[in-house]
């Protein structure tokens, strides 16, 4: 079955400092890769997808994510966070061949930012 | 993009009872969602309901246990049976916006807490 695989559950930082967060996934076939975020006490919001072309994503809030096939990562990146963008950040996978809109998410990252 | 409106957005529950979750959505979608986040957990679908058709359940979720009505192309409910304090989640409505562009809209979810 495939699996989606968030390397870190908790990230604290400082404002300003750059944001990597680390998405893996199994499935060898073809898939659509997204990244969400929820802030606290609000729903989840779509940060940015991958379904085509150009593997170096960008979304909204500055943030970016490079799918690498070969390493079946997409990983999200910020070079500059701030502290706004404390929230928790989920990686999710469709693989295609299965139905439209079964998402399989990560366990999410809870990122805290410091001012 | 779409608005969801979800209820009740919590609540607290005996065990044994039953709560059904509504989903209402500004605009007419074809495919909703329902998703569960245990806690600690990252979000698993349960199952896919499009109107006019029975739902469609994920493995290890059954329609006895988790009943959806879909009437419409705007609106669904889920209902938890029969509770048990393994019950207590976040459920989360999902409706598919662009068919086959990858444009999920999230509810704020129902946080379910069985005692």
């Known amino acids: 079955a495939q699996s989606v695989s968030q390397h870190n559950h908790h990230v604290i930082l400082s404002e300003a400092a750059s944001l990597e967060l680390g998405c893996n996934y199994s499935?060898?076939?073809?898939?659509?890769l997204f990244w969400y975020v929820q802030y606290p006490g609000q729903h989840l919001q779509l940060l940015l997808k991958?379904?085509?072309?150009?593997?170096l994503v960008k979304g909204i809030k500055g943030f970016e994510a490079e799918f690498i096939k070969s390493k079946f990562s997409f990983n999200l990146r910020k070079p500059s966070v701030q502290w706004s963008d404390t929230a928790e950040y989920f990686c999710?996978?469709?693989?295609?061949?299965?139905?439209?809109?079964?998402?399989?998410f990560g366990a999410g990252t809870q990122v805290v930012v410091t001012p | 993009s779409a608005v969801i409106s979800q209820k009740p957005s919590r609540d607290i529950c005996q065990r044994g009872t039953s709560l059904t979750i509504q989903c209402q959505v500004d605009?007419?979608?074809?495919?909703m969602f329902w998703y569960r986040q245990q806690p600690g957990q990252s979000l698993t679908l349960i199952a896919t309901?499009?109107?006019?058709?029975?739902?469609?359940?994920e493995s290890g979720f059954v329609i006895d246990k988790f009943p959806i009505s879909r009437p419409n192309l705007t609106f669904s409910t889920l209902t938890v049976s029969n509770m048990s304090p393994e019950d207590s989640s976040i459920y989360l409505c999902?409706?598919?916006?662009?068919?086959?562009?990858?444009?999920?809209?999230f509810g704020s979810g129902t946080r379910l807490t069985v005692v």
């Open positions: 999902s409706v598919e916006e662009d068919r086959g562009l990858g444009s999920y809209t």
């Open positions: 499935y060898g076939g073809t898939v659509n």
């Open positions: 991958y379904f085509s072309g150009d593997p």
């Open positions: 999710a996978v469709n693989a295609l061949g299965d139905s439209w809109g079964k998402l399989q």
């Open positions: 605009s007419q979608v074809t495919m």
């Open positions: 309901a499009n109107q006019g058709s029975e739902a469609t359940y």
